[in-house]
């Protein structure tokens, strides 16, 4: 079967009667408004990476069409949902922390319901965990059926057993949710769902199904929605957008997207995550560099430097070749920030496998690196390695790499001072008011000032540019120059 025949378009009747449910809880909600004077209120709780945070702005979508409004807090709530994740056992261990804290909450507020879904709940054991010793959770579902939240939040009402929806397809995707963005100015956009890598250590693809992309004319209209809205930034989302487009009809790759996306008015800049270093190819860092709105930055994960590691965790590419590439995004766009992601500890990882990963560091210089331990997922053939690394190890080397990744971290930074850079301001810096935050086109969070109140409100979301004063390891300072 072709990949494109696994790919079920949810029917428009099906997605109707969705939106007919959440008129009806609107109905009901404003009626109680008007009633108490109180709106009932949502809250979202999100963990794991930033395909799950587009998700749950899909899921405070829905909710809002059906007339929640926000609360700051969990004890605020009428409805809780907890979006989970499940790429390492820290994640899961967290995650039953966190429900287990919602119990007493039910005792103040009878009429709260708990939602709990994502990629964890994609597994069965964490379904019959949450099932048989969270039992005042109300609803569960997964990742592909989310859109279903309203016929489950409509029944829930009338159920005395958790109510459990959770599809093993291999994947659909869902247009015309309504969306509650976290940010005015920048959006993530995800472009495709799904993994076919099977990395051998990775749950993901096993709780995300397969790969398939948007249609790009729906990308597209989303995009240029969000710049009629005033959205200056979009970071184009997948789990490997390198294999954009491989399962459309037409003829349309990952590099031939982002020059239709830099073509969108009012859109200054685009990021996009995650490359996958084997589908990296030359057309797309031709394309980086030639679309002026695509910024100098690329989280390029390159997870272990010893070939035999990246063999046994099914990489499909060498560190030589790995090596290459970034050769080739520093040659095309000089400046270039680069990240990645890295895991200590991968069954059978020596001493001298553990060396190569620091060599990658010290050679590719990176701005930021995600670091991991390597946690054992059920399911995963890296599971079933017998030499799994001692705890004791796997810390230590651990250590050593965050120390020398942040020392390079710290270098890079250094090479600002006094630099003019173009930063899209966010709004008020955290640690003092009276400043703003932004960000470089490579990423680098700037805090600066030079200018008095009314002026600051007016300048967020706009460029200005920064002449940078003041170097640490995680941020910049700055005042402007224009
Ligand atoms: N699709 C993306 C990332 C997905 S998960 C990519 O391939 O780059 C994010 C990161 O979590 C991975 O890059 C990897 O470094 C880490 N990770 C995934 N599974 C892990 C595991 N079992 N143990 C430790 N880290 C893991
Ligand atoms: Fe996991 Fe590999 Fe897919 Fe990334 S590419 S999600 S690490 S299987
Ligand atoms: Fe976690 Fe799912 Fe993302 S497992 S890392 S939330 S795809």
New binding site residues.
């Given amino acids: 079967m072709s990949e494109r025949k696994a790919t079920i378009q949810v029917d428009s009747l099906e997605l109707s009667r969705q939106h007919e449910i959440m008129d009806r809880i609107r109905e009901n909600n404003e009626m109680e408004y008007a009633k108490t004077g109180k709106k009932p209120a949502m809250h979202v709780l999100t963990f794991g990476?930033q395909q799950n945070n587009a998700d749950s702005e899909r899921i405070k979508g829905m909710l809002n069409q059906m007339g929640y409004a926000e609360a700051p807090s969990t004890q605020a709530a009428d409805v809780i949902i907890v979006n989970t994740c499940c790429?390492?056992e820290n994640a899961e261990l967290k995650l039953y922390g966190h429900i287990g804290t919602l119990k007493h909450l039910k005792r103040n507020n009878p009429r709260l319901i708990i939602g709990v879904c994502g990629c964890m709940m994609q597994q069965e054991h964490a379904v019959e965990m949450i099932r048989t010793k969270y039992r005042y959770v109300d609803i569960i579902f997964g990742t592909h059926n989310l859109y279903k939240l309203p016929e489950l939040l409509e029944r829930s009402k009338n159920e005395k057993y958790t109510l459990i929806d959770i599809l093993n397809t291999e994947g659909m995707i869902v247009e015309d949710i309504p969306v509650k963005r976290e940010d005015k100015y920048k959006a993530w956009v995800t472009i495709m769902y799904g993994?076919n890598?099977f990395?051998s250590?990775?749950?993901?693809p096993f709780v995300r199904g397969r790969e398939r992309s948007r249609k790009p004319q729906d990308i597209l209209e989303e995009i240029r929605k969000l710049a009629q809205e005033g959205c200056k930034e979009v970071t184009v989302l997948?789990?490997?957008v390198n294999s954009y487009g491989k399962d459309l009809e037409d003829t349309v790759d990952f590099a031939d997207l982002l020059r239709m996306v830099n073509d969108v008015d009012g859109i200054e800049r685009i990021r996009f995550?995650?490359?996958?270093p084997k589908d990296i190819s030359d057309k797309l860092i031709e394309t980086m560099r030639d679309c002026k709105k695509v910024c100098e930055q690329l989280?390029l994960?390159f997870?272990a430097g010893s070939n035999t590691i990246l063999d046994k965790m099914n990489r499909k590419y060498t560190k030589e070749s790995y090596l290459e590439k970034v050769r080739k995004a520093k040659e095309a766009m000089p400046g270039i920030a680069l990240s990645t992601?890295?895991?200590v500890g991968f069954p059978g990882e020596t001493e001298a496998d553990f060396e190569e990963t620091l060599d990658v560091i010290r050679q590719v210089e990176y701005d930021q690196a995600?670091m991991?331990?390597?946690?054992?997922?059920k399911g995963?053939p890296?599971a079933e390695l017998s030499e799994q690394v001692d705890e004791e190890v796997k810390h230590k080397h651990f250590d050593r790499l965050v120390k020398l990744q942040n020392s390079v971290s710290r270098k890079l930074n250094e090479a600002y001072m006094d630099r003019i850079v173009e930063i899209l301001v966010e709004g008020p810096s955290k640690n003092d008011p009276e400043r703003l935050t932004g960000r470089t086109r490579t990423g680098k969070v700037v805090n600066f000032d030079g200018f008095d109140k009314p002026q600051r409100d007016t300048l967020i979301g706009s460029l200005v540019n920064v002449r940078i004063t003041e170097v640490f390891s995680w941020f910049l300072n700055g005042t402007v120059t224009d």
């Fill in positions: 990476c790429v390492r993994c890598n990395c250590y990775c749950i993901v997948g789990q490997n995550m995650t490359s996958h989280h994960p997870q992601d890295v895991i995600f991991f331990i390597y946690s054992k997922r995963t890296a």
